[in-house]
């Protein structure tokens, strides 16, 4: 499997505030995906993070909210940008190596906005 | 719009007992179907996944059990442990061919000692 660890692991902010995770993979994959978790609900896809382009982003999601990039295969950042509270939520990232048909999550990011 | 949903939000087993936990979906499309168990502050841990040509498949203490007809999918754990109590989630990839994948509401399993 894929090691994934993420940074922060958690963070309390202001609000108007932004914050940028990070995700970094131990081996080079194919697909990096940002999901939200809220409290306790399921995981939403934010985006597919594309090495060398812009991000695919799903309905409800948009770019000037949640930039991401993805310099190489191994490493991607999503920023949470103008914090309010409704942001806070679990954020992580997952990893698809196509060869071993399984996608892999980090451990994730706990935000909290004040 | 389409989605993937669960019939029970929480489950509890007796240890030793089989575990049951049941999801459908709705999108026919979807050829790619997988499991993950979240423990309380991790991210999701890949249980086992399934593809759409197939009924069933087994791993280790786990069965998965997919009915296309009825668009239904199930994970059966055989002797559930405590340490098996978590939320579990279905996925599916809502395009054939795709890699993102979408979740369930997801079950929350209590195992009884």
């Known amino acids: 499997s894929a090691v994934i660890s993420q940074k922060p692991s958690r963070d309390i902010c202001q609000r108007g505030t932004s914050l940028t995770i990070q995700c970094q993979v131990d081996?080079?994959?194919?697909?990096m995906f940002w999901y939200r978790q809220q409290p306790g609900q399921s995981l939403t896809l934010i985006a597919t993070?594309?090495?060398?382009?812009?991000?695919?982003?799903e309905s409800g999601f948009v770019i000037d909210k949640f930039p991401i990039s993805r310099p190489n295969l191994t490493f991607s950042t999503l920023t949470v940008s103008n914090m309010s509270p409704e942001d806070s939520s679990i954020y992580l990232c997952?990893?698809?190596?196509?060869?071993?048909?399984?996608?892999?999550f980090g451990p994730g990011t706990r935000l909290t906005v004040l | 719009g389409e989605s993937v949903g669960l019939h029970l939000p929480t489950l509890s087993v007796q240890e030793g007992d089989n575990s049951i936990i049941n999801c459908a979906y709705s999108?026919?499309?979807?050829?790619?179907f997988i499991w993950y168990k979240q423990e309380s502050g991790k991210g999701p841990q890949f249980i086992i996944d399934?593809?759409?040509?197939?009924d069933k498949r087994q791993g280790q203490r786990v069965t998965v059990l997919l009915n296309k007809t009825v668009k239904h999918l199930s994970l059966q754990i055989a002797a559930t442990q405590p340490g098996d109590s978590a939320v579990y989630f279905c996925?599916?990839?809502?395009?054939?061919?795709?890699?993102?994948?979408?979740f369930g509401t997801g079950t929350r399993l209590t195992v009884i000692p």
């Open positions: 996925a599916e990839n809502m395009e054939t061919g795709a890699n993102n994948l979408f």
């Open positions: 997952s990893v698809d190596r196509l060869a071993y048909n399984e996608q892999f």
């Open positions: 399934i593809r759409s040509n197939m």
């Open positions: 081996s080079q994959v194919t697909m």
């Open positions: 999108n026919s499309a979807s050829d790619y």
């Open positions: 993070a594309n090495q060398g382009s812009e991000a695919t982003y």
